[in-house]
């Protein structure tokens, strides 16, 4: 569903902090999409594209800390051993089989091309379309490093908000073919030679030539001819992933320093007695988000049962705010988000005035960290902005996904949702805000209504 645009007219104070000191400056929401801006184009000039797990990342994850360090109570760094080449080496793996099994089921080996057939398709699955690699795989594996801060409530605990992003570049895609061919036709042809190679082997049980070497019957020559001609389409699959990787800066290094922004704007709050009373706040960026959500995988599922009542706010692809969207379904739809949270972030968007939209991953559209919250059994949801569907106007996984491409009133607009959700998120705030509005006795049926 899409509401009306309607931009409200505010000023750059509009998320101003009350000075409790002369001598301080009002935080903007527009000062903080600047920084983050300058941090974003300083840590690309000294990293430039980060391959997950390789030095680039790591030394993006450092600068990270360090940043986090000035504006946190505490920034920890974590290195975890995983498999980059297991995500996007998958595809190749598919490409490099079929004609394989095309070959062994020329000899009639049907068991053996059928038990191939399976045992790629589920790798396939498992890694590319559900993203749920383990560090227990036959591909190369490599360090990855994730980086978090924590800002402590000024009381107990009760509920804990956890921002997230990820700092890994991507591999740029091959876009001299079109997704149709390069994708699309390959897994139908592999479907179709699955489908093959399970005709020929009830044909083999019932010919008694199970486990014997020689020719199948006619029609299966002449349909396995036919799947060798046209096994041509494995080609594109085969380059549909280069080795070259995209800058990475709108995808997703940009989020990151929105993240180092926001713990600097609600720190400075709790430096100047102003901060959260019982909420904790979490800002985390993850290494090998491109490669399978494999960063935040791991830190969710090593660090679940520390957090108090949590939700999960992930921020990733923020171009363009006309593109506003709250994710409901992550890992080309497979996973579902929360629904509530989404609802509440969208609606908290609509009264600032943002034009917002609910979304959803859809088949071989990705997916986002959130789904690594919510497979953990969190409350989770993914604001993105831009298509989830490639046009002229997407940058994402190309060469242009640089600075320049960003719009910093997008930056700015999601910093300043960021800080309202928290604001409405916030246990201290709800109580307080409750307590102000049943001292107004004309107002109490209202209250006891929600």
């Known amino acids: 569903m899409f509401w009306p645009f309607k931009k409200k007219k505010v000023n750059n104070e509009l998320f101003a902090v009350k000075k409790s000191n002369e001598n301080l400056e009002t935080l903007k929401a527009s000062k903080l999409a600047e920084e983050a801006f300058d941090l974003a184009a300083k840590i690309y000039s000294e990293t430039g594209p980060r391959k997950?797990?390789?030095?680039?990342?790591?030394?993006?994850?450092r600068i990270l800390l360090e940043e986090f360090k000035k504006h946190s109570d505490d920034a920890i760094i974590t290195s975890f051993r995983s498999?980059?080449?297991?995500?996007?080496?998958?595809?190749?793996?598919?490409?490099?089989?079929?004609?394989?099994?095309?070959?062994?089921?020329?000899?009639?080996?049907?068991?053996?091309?059928?038990?191939?057939?399976?045992?790629?398709?589920?790798?396939?699955?498992?890694?590319?379309?559900?993203?749920?690699?383990?560090?227990k795989t036959f591909f190369s594996k490599c360090d990855m490093t994730n980086v978090h801060c924590v800002i402590e409530p000024e009381e107990e605990c009760l509920n804990t908000i956890i921002f997230t992003s990820h700092h890994d570049s991507a591999l740029l895609m091959n876009n001299k073919?079109?997704?149709?061919?390069?994708?699309?036709?390959?897994?139908?042809?592999?479907?179709?030679?699955?489908?093959?190679?399970?005709?020929?082997?009830?044909?083999?049980?019932?010919?008694?030539?199970?486990?014997?070497?020689?020719?199948?019957?006619?029609?299966?020559?002449?349909?396995?001819?036919?799947?060798?001609?046209?096994?041509?389409?494995?080609?594109?699959?085969?380059?549909?992933?280069?080795?070259?990787?995209?800058?990475?800066?709108?995808?997703?290094?940009?989020?990151?320093?929105?993240?180092?922004?926001?713990?600097?704007?609600?720190?400075?709050?709790?430096?100047?007695?102003?901060?959260?009373?019982?909420?904790?706040?979490?800002?985390?960026?993850?290494d090998g988000e491109e490669c399978g959500i494999k960063g935040s995988a791991w830190w969710f599922n090593h660090h679940k049962d520390q957090f108090v009542s949590p939700i999960v706010i992930n921020l990733d692809c923020l171009y363009d705010s006309s593109e506003l969207t709250i994710l409901t379904k992550d890992v080309n739809g497979y996973v579902n988000l929360s629904n509530s949270l989404a609802s509440m972030c969208a609606m908290k968007a609509e009264k600032m005035g943002y034009k917002v939209k609910m979304g959803y991953m859809g088949l071989f559209c990705g997916s986002t960290d959130a789904a690594s919250a919510a497979r953990c059994g969190l409350d989770a949801v993914s604001i993105v902005c831009t298509s989830t569907t490639p046009n002229e106007k997407t940058y994402y996984h190309t060469k242009e996904d640089i600075i320049d491409k960003l719009d910093r009133a997008t930056i700015e607009e999601i910093i300043s949702l960021c800080i309202k959700i928290v604001e409405e998120n916030s246990i201290c705030e709800k109580q307080e805000e409750k307590g102000l509005v049943l001292q107004d006795s004309s107002k109490k049926l209202t209250v006891m209504k929600s």
């Open 83 to 135: 498999s980059e080449s297991a995500f996007y080496g998958s595809i190749k793996l598919l490409a490099i089989t079929a004609p394989v099994i095309i070959v062994l089921s020329f000899f009639s080996c049907t068991l053996l091309a059928l038990l191939l057939f399976l045992f790629v398709s589920f790798v396939v699955v498992w890694e590319f379309f559900l993203c749920k690699g383990s560090d």
């Open 177 to 286: 073919c079109s997704i149709v061919l390069s994708l699309y036709l390959p897994l139908i042809h592999w479907l179709i030679l699955g489908l093959t190679c399970i005709v020929g082997f009830i044909c083999d049980i019932f010919t008694l030539g199970l486990f014997n070497i020689g020719f199948p019957p006619l029609f299966q020559i002449v349909l396995l001819i036919i799947m060798a001609l046209t096994s041509i389409v494995y080609l594109n699959l085969y380059k549909l992933i280069t080795p070259e990787y995209s800058p990475g800066v709108g995808d997703n290094l940009i989020s990151s320093c929105v993240l180092e922004e926001l713990s600097k704007y609600f720190k400075w709050k709790k430096d100047n007695d102003k901060g959260l009373k019982n909420t904790k706040l979490i800002f985390s960026s993850f």
């Open 52 to 61: 997950a797990g390789s030095e680039s990342s790591k030394k993006c994850a």
